[in-house]
């Protein structure tokens, strides 16, 4: 079994004393960096943006069958934007390893969009991503919990199945460089990939980093994030449960399962920062603490300090604790000015002095619902659409900051990358597994 204690494991394991060498490489980060990231004076204004398309609707074509793999609430309401997108799109599989959800799943999208999927197309079980993929699908959407992405992906792709996934696309170093390899398999095949990362194809948003990109606040210089909330929720343990099935219903309360919320939310602000900056941070320093959290083995906030590889600042900060005050934007400080995003609707750009300079207009479609029209845009049109190693690559900047909290060390992202860290158990089987007993709530300054 693989051990999820990181009191009690060394989190780089070799990766340290081999000098943080390995099967990627310690080039890692430069490859994945903007070409312009050792100039700051370059690194922002010239980039090109690769955009999505961002059409009100997808165009019409091909039929497209969509199969569901994890049918809870996100799950679910990813189907329905996959039917909302355009014309010609049908869901035609369920699968989750639970027979309730793909029910209720089922359910929903029968009332709320007539579409009956068909029984024997509905599949329960650890198995259930292999049949939905099997079944005659073109798109595959992947929305079970982030432990199991990696798997769940390189099966689609292997498939040659367009994929939409949920972020985060890992949850360890070890699903993130298995999510980039087979991200390269993809290109390869000429597959469209789109990921939950939705602000990135919410027009409001888009329309504030082209203000950006066209010089509107100078070169960033740092930048703050923020995704402070209520708890989340969670469920007790029901005495009918198994531990597994236990573990999996209360999935975002478990590190193994979500990656803590700082990679299982927080993603979100990281990946924006990293999406304006133009490359992403090379190490980070920060901590954390459980004040409030009910079950589970995570923190419920974080305060991270992560460093650019020109000296550039970011701060991050993350909470999930109830009474306390919701925040959940980014800030990008800039020689001439400032771009914020407090307002999630109307992002606006403002002066050092705070007065407003410009608004930007609210987005007309929910970035959830235009992720699925960019990717059947993509798929219609054989647009060039992969997203899927740039949201490995934020996944990983959240993981690196989690490490840092989590063991009280500055951690690097090339730490990171050549860290054989792997979370969870070897085996899944909906059983009791003797895996809970091993889980404590890490402790700061006990790194073995």
């Given at each position: 079994m693989n051990d999820n204690n990181f009191s009690r494991r060394n989190f780089l394991s070799g990766a340290l004393a081999m000098g943080v060498t390995g099967a990627v490489g310690s080039g890692f980060t430069s490859s994945c960096a903007s070409p312009e990231s050792n100039s700051l004076a370059n690194s922002y204004k010239k980039r090109d943006l690769n955009l999505p398309p961002l059409l009100e609707t997808a165009p019409d074509g091909i039929e497209l069958k969509a199969g569901l793999i994890g049918c809870g609430g996100r799950g679910t309401g990813a189907a329905i934007n996959f039917l909302d997108a355009g014309n010609g799109l049908t869901i035609t599989a369920l699968g989750d390893v639970f027979q309730d959800r793909v029910d209720n799943c089922r359910e929903r999208i029968k009332i709320q969009k007539g579409i009956d999927v068909p029984q024997e197309n509905c599949f329960v079980g650890f198995d259930a991503f292999e049949k939905v993929i099997d079944s005659g699908v073109d798109v595959v959407i992947l929305a079970c919990p982030p432990k199991f992405r990696e798997k769940h992906f390189a099966a689609a792709v292997k498939a040659r199945k367009h994929v939409f996934m949920e972020k985060p696309i890992a949850v360890d170093p070890a699903g993130v460089r298995s999510v980039i390899s087979t991200a390269k398999m993809a290109d390869s095949l000429g597959l469209k990939i789109v990921t939950g990362t939705h602000k990135r194809h919410e027009k409001s948003f888009v329309e504030l980093l082209k203000r950006v990109n066209d010089n509107a606040i100078g070169e960033i210089i740092s930048a703050n994030i923020y995704f402070n909330m209520q708890q989340l929720w969670y469920r007790n343990r029901d005495a009918k449960w198994t531990e597994m099935e236990w573990m999996i219903r209360d999935w975002v309360n478990w590190c193994w399962l979500s990656g803590d919320h700082i990679v299982e939310q927080h993603v979100h602000n990281i990946d924006i920062a990293n999406w304006f900056f133009g490359k992403h941070p090379v190490k980070a320093l920060g901590f954390g603490s459980r004040q409030k959290r009910v079950t589970g083995d995570q923190y419920d906030n974080f305060s991270i300090d992560y460093t650019f590889d020109d000296g550039r600042q970011m701060h991050s900060m993350s909470r999930q604790i109830n009474g306390t005050d919701?925040?959940?934007?980014?800030?990008?400080?800039?020689?001439k000015g400032i771009a914020t995003t407090d307002d999630w609707n109307s992002p606006k750009i403002l002066d050092h002095q705070g007065n407003i300079i410009e608004t930007i207009e609210k987005a007309k479609i929910d970035g959830h619902a235009h992720e699925h029209i960019d990717l059947v845009t993509c798929i219609r049109n054989n647009i060039p659409r992969n997203e899927a190693e740039e949201t490995a690559i934020s996944t990983m900047v959240?993981?690196?900051?989690?490490?840092?909290?989590?063991?009280?060390?500055?951690?690097?992202?090339?730490?990171?990358?050549?860290?054989d860290m792997k979370l969870g158990p070897d085996i899944f089987v909906m059983d009791n597994i003797g895996f809970i007993e091993g889980t404590e709530v890490p402790v700061p300054g006990t790194l073995g």
């Amino acid at each position: 079994m693989n051990d999820n204690n990181f009191s009690r494991r060394n989190f780089l394991s070799g990766a340290l004393a081999m000098g943080v060498t390995g099967a990627v490489g310690s080039g890692f980060t430069s490859s994945c960096a903007s070409p312009e990231s050792n100039s700051l004076a370059n690194s922002y204004k010239k980039r090109d943006l690769n955009l999505p398309p961002l059409l009100e609707t997808a165009p019409d074509g091909i039929e497209l069958k969509a199969g569901l793999i994890g049918c809870g609430g996100r799950g679910t309401g990813a189907a329905i934007n996959f039917l909302d997108a355009g014309n010609g799109l049908t869901i035609t599989a369920l699968g989750d390893v639970f027979q309730d959800r793909v029910d209720n799943c089922r359910e929903r999208i029968k009332i709320q969009k007539g579409i009956d999927v068909p029984q024997e197309n509905c599949f329960v079980g650890f198995d259930a991503f292999e049949k939905v993929i099997d079944s005659g699908v073109d798109v595959v959407i992947l929305a079970c919990p982030p432990k199991f992405r990696e798997k769940h992906f390189a099966a689609a792709v292997k498939a040659r199945k367009h994929v939409f996934m949920e972020k985060p696309i890992a949850v360890d170093p070890a699903g993130v460089r298995s999510v980039i390899s087979t991200a390269k398999m993809a290109d390869s095949l000429g597959l469209k990939i789109v990921t939950g990362t939705h602000k990135r194809h919410e027009k409001s948003f888009v329309e504030l980093l082209k203000r950006v990109n066209d010089n509107a606040i100078g070169e960033i210089i740092s930048a703050n994030i923020y995704f402070n909330m209520q708890q989340l929720w969670y469920r007790n343990r029901d005495a009918k449960w198994t531990e597994m099935e236990w573990m999996i219903r209360d999935w975002v309360n478990w590190c193994w399962l979500s990656g803590d919320h700082i990679v299982e939310q927080h993603v979100h602000n990281i990946d924006i920062a990293n999406w304006f900056f133009g490359k992403h941070p090379v190490k980070a320093l920060g901590f954390g603490s459980r004040q409030k959290r009910v079950t589970g083995d995570q923190y419920d906030n974080f305060s991270i300090d992560y460093t650019f590889d020109d000296g550039r600042q970011m701060h991050s900060m993350s909470r999930q604790i109830n009474g306390t005050d919701g925040k959940v934007s980014e800030i990008f400080h800039g020689t001439k000015g400032i771009a914020t995003t407090d307002d999630w609707n109307s992002p606006k750009i403002l002066d050092h002095q705070g007065n407003i300079i410009e608004t930007i207009e609210k987005a007309k479609i929910d970035g959830h619902a235009h992720e699925h029209i960019d990717l059947v845009t993509c798929i219609r049109n054989n647009i060039p659409r992969n997203e899927a190693e740039e949201t490995a690559i934020s996944t990983m900047v959240a993981i690196m900051g989690r490490v840092s909290a989590y063991t009280g060390k500055e951690v690097t992202f090339d730490e990171m990358m050549n860290s054989d860290m792997k979370l969870g158990p070897d085996i899944f089987v909906m059983d009791n597994i003797g895996f809970i007993e091993g889980t404590e709530v890490p402790v700061p300054g006990t790194l073995g």
